[in-house]
C-alpha cells in the first residue's frame, strides 16, 4: 500500500464522515441531546481534520479546525446547539464537503463562502449567536466562553512542536557542558517511562558520564518495587543546546526533577568526575521554561498551561466541567490503585456504551471482488441454462435423477445469484443523505422554507442504481422546492404551513425498489401546462386530454413552465431528461398530482442492473432481447390496421389511435427491405418523452432473466445496442437499446453519442 | 525478535498509515479501532508499545489508557498518544490519563519511530 492508496482510502472516509456529520446534525435539529451524537459529530470533523494533516490539505486542515472548535463548544454543553446554530454548522457541513471534494478533484471552491463561514463559526465559539442577514462579528466577548482571539484574515494553523523549539535555536557549535540532575518521581514509571531509556536517549546526545544517587534507597522490607528512589547527576558534553536535552524529558518532564545547568562553554568541564553533594531543588531556581516545580502536580498543570497558552488553559477550565475530564483525572490517579470505585464506574459505564452501540459486524470488501463474483455467478448461470437444454435435448429415456439433479442445480444457482447480487446492495442512505444538501440550497436561493422528511433510508438496492440515482433525483428535487411549493406568503395564504414538506421515500415493491418523491405545494397547473404544450405545438389546441396525460407532457422535451427560467431549474435539464436517465436504469416514473394539494413523483426502479427481464425476440434470423420494461403490449398486427404514411413511413392503428411502426430490422440493417407486419409482431414501447411506438419484430421467441454483459467493455459501442447476453443455447443475443431505436425512427441515424446505454 | 505495537485508531486513513510505517520499520502491528476493542485484543496483542489516538467512539483514548494501566499486565506498558492538538491541555489530559508520551498529528513517519524508540527498549 503506497501514499495514494492511503489518500483514496482517507477520501472514502472523508465521505462516510461527512455523511455521519450531516446525519448527526440533522438529528440535533430534530432536538436530539444525546450526548454521543454530538460526540459523532465532533469526531467526524476531527477525523477529517487529521487525515488531511497527513496529507498537507492545509485548507481542509484550517477549516476543519475552525468548526471542531466551534463544535467543541456545543460538546461541553457551552453551546446550545439551537437551530440557528446549526443552519450554520449545516452550511458548514456543506463547504467542508466541497474543500474535501476540491482537494480530491482540483478545482476550486468558493472562498468567499468558507470565509464568511469561519467567521460566523468563530463568532458561535465566541459565544454570539447567529444573526439572520447581518453576520457581523461583534468583538465583545461573552464571559462564559473564553475562546480563541481570531484575527480577520482567516484561522492559520499554529502547529507547535518542539522540533520546531529546536529548529528555531541557534544550533551550538561549540559543544557545552551541561551538569543534569534528574529524579524521577515514581508516577514517570507508573505511565511506562523508563529513566534508563531517558539516560539512554541522552547519552546520544554527546559525551556523558553519569552518577546514580541511591542515598534514598531504604532497606529492602521497607521497600516499595513501585517507587523511585533514585537520581542521576549527569555531566553532559554536547553540540545541541539545552533545549535538545530537556527534549529527551519532553515525555517525563512532569514526571520527574530536572536541573540542567550549563557549566562551561569549553571542552574543560568534560569527563570530570562530579563531586557527589546533595543538590538542592530549589524551585525559584528554575526558569521559567521549566515546567516541574510543584509537589501538587495537578496545580503545577493549570500554571504551565496558563504560562504556554492562556486559551487552552481557559478552554481546559472549562472543560474541567465535563464528565471526559473527570474520568480522565481518576484515569490518572488510578494506575496504581487497582480497585477503585470511581474507575469501576466508568468502566461499567463503557461497558454500557459498548453493548449500547455493539453493530453487526461488517467487512469491507474491494468492488472488484464482488464484481468478479458476480461475473462468475452469471457465467455459471449460462452454463447451467445451456447443461439443462442439452439435457433436454439429449434425454430420451428420461433418466429422472439426472432431470431432479439439474433442478436442483437451477434453484442453487438462483439462490446463489440472488446472494450474490445482496452483497452489492445498499441502503439509499447516502443518496438521500446529499438530498437534505440540495433542499437546503434551493430553499436559501428561492427564500422558501422547507423541511425534507426522509422514509426508508435503509432500503437496499444495487449500487449501481444508487449510483446513478442522484442525478434524477436532484433535479426533482430542484423541481419539487423551485416550482412545486409555493412562498410562504402564498402558504400562509392558502392556510398551508408556511414551511412546505418535501417527503423522500423508498420502498420495495414486487421485486422492485419504488422511490416517492412528493410535495405538499400546489400541484401541477393543468391550465398552463396544457396552454405551454398547445404553444409548443406538442399537442393540438383542441386535444382532448385526461388529468393524468395533462400532468405527463411536463416530461416532454424542452418543456418547463417557469414564467422564467429560474437560476435552479434553468439548467438546461427539463423532465424529459430526467425521465430518461430513470428508462435507462430500467425503471419508469408516474406523476400523481392534485390541485393544491401537491404532486407525487413515482419512481420504480430494478434492484440489480446485472439481470434484466427481457423479452427474447427475432428480428432477420437474428435474437434480440427487449427489456421488459419498456414494453408496454404485444399484438400481431392485421393488415386492416397498417396504413401507410408519406414516403415509407407507416402507422399501425391500435384502439383508435395511430402509432407508428417501427421496423426493427431495417434500423439495425438486418435487412434491405421493410418486412411485412402483417408477418410479425409488434412490441408497443414506451419511448422517451412518453410517446408510444409499435417495434416490429418477426416473432417472440419467449420471455427470460438475462445476465447483463456490457458490449463496451467486451467490444465497442454499438449504436441502437444496449448490451448483451448470453443464452442458454450458449449464443449470444443484443439487447436492443429501445430508446435509440425510437430515435433512429425519427429520421435521425444511430450515433453513438445519442444512444443511451442501459447499462454500465 | 519483532517488537509488537498495538495501535488504537478509529481513522482507516491514519490505520493504514500507522500500520504501513510501522511495518516499514519492521514492528509488527496489531490495530483496534477504538478504545473498547483495544482493551479486548490487549492480552492476546500483548505488546511492548501502545499507540493511541484520543477522539473515538465508545471508549476514548483517556478510557483506553486508564483500562491499560488497571491491567496488572500491561499497565508498564509505553503508550503513546496520537494527537492533533498540541497544546498544552491534551497533552496534560493524556498524560494525567497515564499516557507515556505523545505524537503530535500531523502524522509524520519519522516522529512516530523516534517517538516509539524513545520509550522502547
Known amino acids: 500500500m503506497d501514499m495514494n492508496e492511503i489518500k483514496e482510502i482517507f477520501f472514502q472516509e472523508c465521505e462516510e464522515q461527512l455523511a455521519e456529520l450531516e446525519s448527526g446534525l440533522l438529528k440535533l435539529n430534530d432536538g436530539d441531546r444525546d450526548p454521543e451524537t454530538v460526540n459523532a459529530v465532533f469526531r467526524a470533523v476531527h477525523s477529517i481534520k487529521g487525515g488531511a494533516g497527513a496529507f498537507g490539505l492545509d485548507d481542509l486542515v484550517s477549516f476543519a479546525h475552525v ?31 466541497d474543500l474535501t471534494n476540491a482537494a480530491r478533484d482540483g478545482g476550486g471552491v468558493d472562498e468567499a463562502r468558507s470565509r464568511q463561514l469561519i467567521k460566523e463559526l468563530e463568532a458561535l465559539a465566541n459565544g454570539e449567536m447567529p444573526q439572520p442577514g447581518a453576520p457581523e462579528i461583534a468583538k465583545a466577548v461573552a464571559p462564559a466562553a473564553p475562546a480563541p482571539a481570531v484575527n480577520d484574515d482567516g484561522f492559520q494553523p499554529v502547529a507547535f512542536s518542539f522540533d520546531e523549539f529546536e529548529a528555531s535555536e541557534p544550533p551550538a557549535i561549540e559543544p557545552s557542558t551541561y551538569e543534569i540532575v534528574f529524579s524521577p518521581k515514581s508516577e514517570l514509571y507508573a505511565k511506562g517511562n523508563d529513566a534508563t531509556l531517558l539516560l539512554r536517549d541522552l547519552s546520544r546526545l554527546g559525551e556523558m558520564s553519569i552518577r546514580c544517587d541511591m542515598d534514598r534507597l531504604p532497606a529492602l522490607e521497607e521497600m516499595n518495587p513501585e517507587a523511585a528512589y533514585f537520581s542521576w547527576e549527569i555531566s553532559l558534553k554536547t553540540e545541541k543546546g539545552e533545549e535538545a536535552i530537556r527534549s529527551v524529558f519532553e515525555f517525563a518532564e512532569w514526571d520527574c526533577d530536572l536541573d540542567v545547568t550549563l557549566v ?151 439462490e446463489i445469484q440472488d446472494s450474490v447480487m445482496a452483497i452489492r446492495a445498499q441502503p439509499v442512505k447516502p443518496v438521500f443523505q446529499r438530498m437534505s444538501r440540495i433542499v437546503r440550497e434551493i430553499a436559501d436561493m428561492t427564500g422558501k422554507s422547507v423541511r425534507l422528511v426522509t422514509e426508508g433510508e435503509n432500503t437496499e438496492v444495487d449500487k ?34 408556511p414551511e412546505g414538506t418535501v417527503r423522500l421515500t423508498a420502498k420495495h415493491r414486487s421485486g422492485r425498489i419504488v422511490i416517492e418523491l ?47 427560467i429560474s437560476d435552479i431549474s434553468g439548467r438546461g435539464v427539463g423532465m424529459d431528461v430526467v425521465k430518461r436517465s430513470i428508462q435507462a436504469l430500467g425503471g419508469r416514473i408516474n406523476i400523481q398530482s392534485k390541485p393544491g394539494q401537491g404532486s407525487v413523483f413515482i419512481m420504480s426502479l430494478p434492484l440489480t442492473l446485472a439481470v434484466l427481464d427481457g423479452m427474447v425476440v427475432t428480428v432477420a434470423n437474428q435474437t434480440l432481447v427487449v427489456p421488459l420494461t419498456a414494453i408496454v403490449e404485444t399484438l400481431q398486427p392485421e393488415a386492416s390496421a397498417i396504413h401507410s404514411f408519406g414516403a415509407s413511413q407507416r402507422l399501425i392503428s391500435i384502439r383508435n389511435s395511430f402509432c407508428p411502426l417501427v421496423d426493427v430490422g431495417r434500423i439495425l440493417n438486418f435487412r434491405a427491405t421493410q418486412a411485412n407486419p402483417v408477418e ?61 431505436i425510437v430515435a433512429a425512427s425519427r429520421g435521425q441515424t444511430l450515433k453513438p453519442e445519442m444512444t443511451l446505454a442501459a447499462t454500465g | ?21 510501522l511495518n516499514n520499520a519492521g514492528f509488527e502491528t496489531i490495530q483496534a479501532e477504538d478504545g473498547v476493542e483495544g482493551l479486548e485484543v490487549l492480552e492476546s496483542a500483548n505488546p511492548d508499545v501502545i499507540v493511541t489516538d484520543i477522539n473515538m467512539p465508545r471508549l476514548d483514548g483517556f478510557g483506553f489508557i486508564e483500562g491499560v494501566r488497571k491491567n496488572d499486565r500491561y499497565r508498564a506498558v509505553p503508550i503513546l498518544v496520537l494527537t492533533t492538538e498540541s497544546d498544552a491541555e491534551k497533552k496534560n489530559r493524556a498524560r494525567q490519563a497515564g499516557a507515556t508520551g505523545w505524537i503530535v498529528k500531523p502524522f509524520d513517519p519519522t516522529k512516530l519511530i523516534d517517538a516509539i524508540e524513545r520509550v522502547t527498549a
Not at chain 1, 71 to 97: G, H, I, T, W, Y
Not at chain 1, 525 to 530: D, Q
Open chain 1, 67 to 97: 468548526f471542531e472548535t466551534t463544535l467543541d463548544c456545543v460538546r461541553s454543553n457551552r453551546l446550545e446547539p439551537n437551530q440557528d446554530v446549526l443552519k450554520v454548522m449545516l452550511r458548514s457541513a456543506d463547504v467542508l464537503a
Open chain 1, 264 to 414: 562551561s562553554g569549553d571542552a574543560s568541564g568534560a569527563g570530570e568526575e562530579l563531586p557527589m553533594h546533595p543538590v538542592p531543588f530549589d524551585l525559584s531556581l528554575l526558569d521559567e521554561e521549566a515546567p516541574s516545580r510543584g509537589e501538587s502536580a495537578e496545580e503545577d498543570e493549570e500554571m504551565v498551561s496558563q504560562q504556554r497558552d492562556p486559551r487552552s488553559a481557559a478552554a481546559s477550565a472549562a472543560a474541567t466541567a465535563s464528565n471526559v475530564l473527570q474520568m480522565a483525572q481518576t484515569a490518572a490517579r488510578a494506575p496504581l490503585e487497582n480497585a477503585k470505585v470511581a474507575s469501576t464506574a466508568s468502566a461499567a459505564q463503557a461497558a454500557a456504551q459498548q453493548a449500547a452501540s455493539a453493530a453487526q459486524p461488517t467487512i469491507r470488501v474491494d468492488l472488484d471482488r464482488v464484481d468478479r463474483l458476480i461475473n462468475l455467478v452469471g457465467e455459471l448461470v449460462i452454463n447451467q441454462a445451456m447443461l439443462s437444454q442439452s439435457v433436454i435435448e439429449n434425454d430420451t429415456n428420461g433418466t429422472s435423477s439426472i432431470n431432479m439433479g439439474l433442478e436442483e442445480l437451477q434453484q442453487l444457482t438462483r
Open chain 1, 464 to 497: 449501481t442504481v444508487i449510483d446513478k440515482l442522484a442525478e434524477p433525483l436532484t433535479h426533482m428535487i430542484r423541481n419539487a422546492v423551485d416550482h412545486g411549493l409555493e412562498t410562504p406568503e402564498k402558504r400562509v395564504a392558502a392556510g398551508k404551513n
Open chain 1, 518 to 564: 412528493a410535495d405538499d405545494g400546489a400541484g401541477i397547473n393543468r391550465e398552463k401546462v396544457r396552454q405551454k404544450a398547445i404553444d409548443n405545438d406538442l399537442i393540438a389546441a383542441d386535444a382532448n386530454l385526461s388529468d393524468e396525460e395533462i400532468d405527463n407532457l411536463i416530461f416532454h422535451a424542452g418543456f418547463s413552465t417557469a414564467d422564467k
Open chain 1, 680 to 740: 410479425g409482431v409488434a412490441l408497443l414501447v414506451e419511448s422517451e418523452g412518453g410517446g408510444q411506438r409499435a417495434l416490429m419484430v418477426d416473432a417472440i421467441q419467449g420471455q427470460r432473466q438475462v445476465v447483463i454483459k456490457s458490449l463496451e467493455a467486451n467490444y465497442t459501442h454499438v449504436p441502437g445496442i444496449a448490451a448483451a447476453t448470453i443464452l442458454g443455447d450458449g449464443r449470444v443475443a443484443l439487447i436492443l437499446d429501445v430508446d435509440a
Open chain 2, 1 to 21: 525478535m519483532k517488537k509488537r505495537v498495538l495501535t488504537v485508531d478509529d481513522s482507516r486513513t491514519i490505520r493504514n498509515m500507522l500500520l504501513v510505517t
